[in-house]
């Protein structure tokens, strides 16, 4: 077996450390959401704590990827999904959404979205 194709702590806490710069957050944020220290993200994005599979999946959510995208290996492996890149904009409605709490409010948003996005496609 390729000793590369092992995913160690470091890789993921890159992976981390990546995405969470892609969607603007600072370590002080990714920590709110997951609900952590400042210092924890630290700890897990220089690989210096081992995460268990519980906080992997807070962070995954926290930085909208499947859990599958901090085990993605270069050059080995299997393929790591598509990456989608959000401009600000997008990433403040994704910010704002995660805000609400409530189930039915979140589906009239997302309705909402759907009804503006059919509207474009019919030239309205």
């Not at 995208?69 to 401009?87: C, R, S, T, V, W």
């Not at 409010?105 to 496609?121: F, S």
């Amino acid at each position: 077996m390729n000793e590369r194709a092992i995913c160690t702590v470091f890789d993921i806490g890159k992976r981390i450390s990546l995405r969470r710069q892609e969607l603007g957050l600072t370590q002080e944020a990714l920590a709110e959401r997951i609900e952590v220290t400042c210092q924890q993200v630290q700890r897990y994005e220089y690989g210096k704590n081992k995460l268990n599979v519980e906080n992997l999946q807070r962070i995954a959510r926290a930085l909208a990827v499947p859990t599958a995208y901090f085990f993605h290996i270069p050059g080995g492996g299997e393929q790591a999904p598509k990456e989608e890149h959000l401009d600000q904009a997008e990433q403040k409605m994704v910010e704002l959404f995660r805000r609400i709490e409530s189930g039915a409010v979140r589906g009239m948003v997302v309705k909402m979205l759907q009804a503006a996005g059919d509207a474009k496609r019919r030239g309205a």
